[in-house]
Every structure is written in structure tokens, then in C-alpha cells.
């Protein structure tokens, strides 16, 4: 099993002026020792009400969608996801009163090597009764919503073809950026790709290739 890069390792979701984020602000206090673009995303409809500014750094990406603020590493490792966390508590300090409501933290986990036993440990019991019943399989999606460890942990599998995607959301509610920066202080985002490698590793007896990247 493999931790794959997923589409949005941080996300904070509140009200976001991205109009802030010009060339020069974000120099003097994202990047000032490095170097950064910004792209403007537009819809297909070309409506500029979704015009989504995307920072790109050689080391994250920033996105913004709507009310959210989604944080990307380039590249899967333990060196960027702590950049991501340093550039999120960065803006909880320059930005402290934007309103917030929550913030996520995802990893997407995918094996390509489906045996029966794993199988039949995500496959629910009614399936069988499904098929006498008259019913055919297309597709299979399992979302739970869970409480571990005193946080709220939402995972989503999907069964397609040769592969088993993992796909884990841990979700804080938080009424302020403080917060936020309570909250990430006190289990950081690499502490939660443990926690999610565990998870996946002792539940569904699987091995995590390059856990220490």
C-alpha cells in the first residue's frame, strides 16, 4: 500500500478575502526568500465570480475554492507537509479575523494488490442478499464517520478494479484562526499522517510502503 498525494492535504474553511493575496503581500509574508507564481483558474463557464487565484511555490500549492483554502504539497513528503502547516499558521497570524468555521486534514491511501481476506473485511454482509434479491454490483463506495482518539475521522473506501483507494478526512471544528492554531499545535499534520497510516495498517492488515518519507 501506497500513501498517493491527495487533492487537498489541508483545507480551512471560512471567509476568505483572497483579494489580499496580491504579488507583493504574498512576497512579504508567504515567500520572501522564494520564488512563486500565481495562476488565475477559471471556470468553464468563464464566470468570474469562480475565478479561483492559485499560489504555486516549488514546495505548495494554495488554492482558493469559493470558501475554502486548500493547501497542496508538490511533492508527497514529510518536508513539505510541515511547510503547508508552517504557511497555514503564518496566515492565522497575519490574517487573525477571518472568519472560520473548520479545517481538514486528508490522505488518500491505495492499494494495488486486492486479496479475498481484504476484500471481504470492507465488503458489507448484505451483498449476497443484494444479488438473490435480483440486485448486480457497478460499483462500490463505503463512507463511514467515526470518532477516534477524540477526533472526528471520516473515511470514504473505494473498491475499483484491481485497486482499494483509502481516503481519510480528519475534520476540526473551530470558531477562529486561534483556534485552528491551537488545534494544529497540538497534533500537527505529520501526527495525523501517523495516526491515518496506523489506522489503515492495523485494520485492514496491510504494509505502507516508504512510511518515512
Known amino acids: 500500500m501506497k500513501l498517493s498525494k491527495p487533492s487537498n492535504a489541508l483545507v480551512i474553511v471560512g471567509g476568505w478575502n483572497r483579494y489580499i493575496f496580491t ?3 504574498i512576497k512579504r509574508y508567504l515567500f520572501p526568500e522564494e520564488e512563486f507564481k500565481i495562476d488565475m483558474l477559471v471556470s468553464q463557464d468563464f464566470n468570474a ?4 487565484p492559485r499560489i504555486l511555490s516549488k514546495e505548495v500549492e494554495l488554492l482558493f475554492q469559493e470558501n475554502r483554502l486548500n493547501f497542496n504539497p508538490v511533492e508527497n513528503n514529510n518536508e513539505n507537509l510541515d511547510r503547508i502547516q508552517e ?3 503564518q496566515l492565522a497570524d497575519y490574517l487573525p479575523h477571518t472568519p472560520v468555521t473548520g479545517y481538514g486534514v486528508n490522505f ?3 492499494e494495488n494488490e486486492v486479496s479475498d481476506d481484504l476484500i471481504n473485511l470492507i ?3 448484505d451483498l449476497e442478499k443484494i444479488e438473490q434479491f435480483g440486485g ?3 460499483g462500490e463506495q463505503y463512507n463511514r464517520h467515526l470518532m477516534l482518539n477524540g477526533r472526528i475521522l471520516n473515511t470514504i473506501i473505494r473498491l475499483e478494479g484491481e485497486n482499494v483507494d483509502f481516503d481519510l478526512n480528519f475534520h476540526f471544528n473551530i470558531r477562529d484562526l486561534l483556534g485552528f492554531k491551537s488545534a494544529i499545535s497540538e497534533t500537527s499534520i505529520l501526527e495525523l499522517k501517523q495516526e491515518a ?4 495498517t492495523e485494520i485492514y492488515n ?3 510502503e516508504g512510511a518515512d518519507e
Open 108 to 110: 488518500l491511501f491505495t
Open 206 to 208: 496491510l504494509e505502507l
Open 197 to 200: 497510516a496506523q489506522f489503515i
Open 49 to 52: 465570480q469562480f475565478i479561483s
Open 123 to 125: 465488503r458489507p454482509r
Open 87 to 89: 504557511i497555514a499558521l
Open 136 to 138: 448486480s454490483l457497478t
Open 23 to 25: 504579488q507583493d503581500w
